[in-house]
């Protein structure tokens, strides 16, 4: 499939045009796999939240350990689709052996992710999955069970009983959306009384923008006793919401997903629950996948990782705190 790239765009993918082709076979693949290092492209909906600069890091060390080249290239944002689409047609032109994808729009990416797989190539998708494509693998989080342990949590702080704020994410992410959905639905099922006020969809997913959104939510909303948010930036805005209103110790607050910041809002005593994935174990399982798949061996069609719910209690623990700062600010 021709398509047109800018100068930019083209430029800033040169360097993978060096690369050496290889054979258009599936068999012939799979032969020359053992003979030479396998090529993987990693295209993620960001790099610039937390989450993905753990999974980029997971990623590494999946290809240091099983020797394999790996190019990872991402979108800038959450909301560059048309970049994203490029990305993989590109990929493919330079023949890697093997595409991980985390789809930020699930029509959208549906064409590039049937052309990855029309060229009998691996593709594993991280993170959001996809439908109408028959991908090799999928690695990620399950979003329903996540929601349902935050609900189940915040009934049981708030004893069965008050007013919780749902701060939704942008419209369209599948992944945010499931994990609201069950957080609404198992607190109607199992606390009756507690009430769940929502917000509007926001319509970027960019760090900052709806600190405005999340204070005039709870202005609107004086009595509320709990808050909960279904990602790192409705949680982050949120904190910094909080924060501004001097509502530690008044309401109850579950977020989901972690930065620096949120970690240190949680030790603080602002936030009393957070949920995490293991977005290091999803790009390592992601890779290890994907190199599998490419050597011609069979693997899981669906590869689940860990949650976890985390509070304040929980700090000291090694395997916490791995989840819950960054390399450059381990204590």
Not at 12 to 32: I, K, V
Not at 69 to 87: C, M, Y
Not at 93 to 120: F, G, M, W
Not at 276 to 302: F, H, M, N, W
Request: overall charge neutral; charged content about 25%.
């Amino acid at each position: 499939m021709e398509r047109t790239k800018n100068l930019l765009f083209i430029l800033y993918l040169f360097p993978f045009f060096l690369l050496a082709g290889c054979d258009s076979s599936s068999n012939a693949r799979t032969e020359q796999s053992t003979l030479r290092q396998l090529k993987v492209a990693f295209v993620p909906k960001s790099s610039e939240f937390h989450y993905w600069k753990n999974v980029r890091s997971g990623a590494v060390k999946a290809a240091k350990d099983l020797d394999v080249k790996l190019f990872w290239r991402d979108p800038f944002h959450e909301d560059n689709v048309v970049t994203q689409i490029d990305l993989v047609y590109s990929f493919l032109e330079i023949q890697v052996d093997a595409i991980v994808l985390a789809p930020i729009d699930l029509i959208s990416l549906v064409e590039p992710s049937a052309a990855v797989l029309n060229e009998q190539k691996p593709l594993v998708i991280v993170n959001t999955e996809l439908g109408n494509v028959d991908y090799t693998s999928f690695v990620g989080t399950d979003n329903i069970k996540l929601g349902r342990t935050c609900a189940t949590q915040m009934g049981k702080m708030l004893k069965g009983t008050g007013k919780v704020l749902l701060q939704r994410f942008r419209k369209g992410s599948i992944t945010t959306r499931q994990r609201e959905q069950a957080f609404q639905e198992t607190l109607a099922k199992d606390f009756p009384q507690i009430e769940v006020i929502t917000s509007d969809e926001y319509p970027q997913a960019k760090p900052g923008e709806a600190v405005r959104a999340s204070l005039a939510f709870l202005a609107d909303h004086p009595d509320a006793t709990g808050v909960y948010t279904s990602s790192e930036v409705t949680t982050d805005n949120m904190l910094q919401a909080i924060k501004q209103k001097q509502l530690k110790g008044k309401v109850t607050f579950i977020g989901t997903n972690v930065n620096d910041s949120i970690a240190a809002g949680l030790a603080q005593g602002y936030v009393q629950g957070l949920a995490l994935q293991d977005p290091y174990q999803i790009g390592y399982e992601s890779i290890e996948a994907a190199v599998t798949a490419a050597k011609g061996k069979p693997v899981k069609k669906r590869i689940e990782t860990e949650t976890y719910f985390i509070q304040a209690e929980n700090l000291k623990d090694p395997k916490i705190k791995s989840l819950l700062y960054s390399s450059e600010t381990l204590p």
